[in-house]
């Protein structure tokens, strides 16, 4: 049975850095896609950032050229390396794979 169990979240200033992780366990196979998601306050939940095996990362506009999505095999590991941050990033990240969610980390973006 996979388990999603993101970390990293927390309040940051504008113009900062936050890296979320997202640590899988059970069998995925070598074949997969992994998303971010983020739900703002009063807002649906919205793609981020999208990881298929052997394919480009996409990203959602809004954060393209800010966003970093990564994964470390060896540890299960998928990343979310989030630079220059905006309050409008603000929410409830989740990441997901196959119907599996995570439970989600807050980040805050505010000065």
Same mark, same amino acid.
């Given at each position: 049975? +996979?388990?999603? @169990?993101?970390?990293?979240?927390?309040? @940051?200033?504008?113009?900062?850095?936050?890296?979320?992780?997202?640590? +899988?366990?059970?069998?995925?196979?070598? !074949?997969?896609?992994? /998303?971010?998601?983020?739900?703002?306050?009063?807002?649906?939940?919205?793609? +981020?950032?999208? #990881?298929?095996?052997?394919?480009?990362?996409?990203?959602?506009?809004?954060?393209?050229?800010?966003? /970093?999505?990564?994964?470390?095999? /060896?540890?299960?590991?998928?990343?979310?390396?989030?630079?220059?941050?905006?309050?409008?990033?603000?929410? @409830?990240?989740?990441?997901? !794979?196959?119907? !599996? #969610?995570?439970?989600? /980390?807050? @980040?805050?973006?505010?000065?």
């Amino acid at each position: 049975q +996979v388990q999603l @169990v993101e970390s990293g979240g927390g309040l @940051v200033h504008p113009g900062g850095s936050l890296k979320l992780a997202c640590a +899988v366990s059970g069998s995925i196979g070598s !074949v997969y896609i992994l /998303t971010w998601y983020r739900q703002a306050p009063g807002k649906e939940r919205e793609l +981020v950032a999208l #990881w298929e095996t052997k394919e480009i990362p996409h990203y959602a506009d809004s954060v393209k050229g800010r966003f /970093t999505i990564s994964g470390d095999n /060896t540890n299960n590991i998928a990343y979310l390396q989030m630079d220059s941050l905006k309050p409008e990033d603000t929410g @409830v990240y989740y990441c997901h !794979v196959y119907d !599996v #969610w995570g439970q989600g /980390t807050q @980040v805050t973006v505010a000065s």
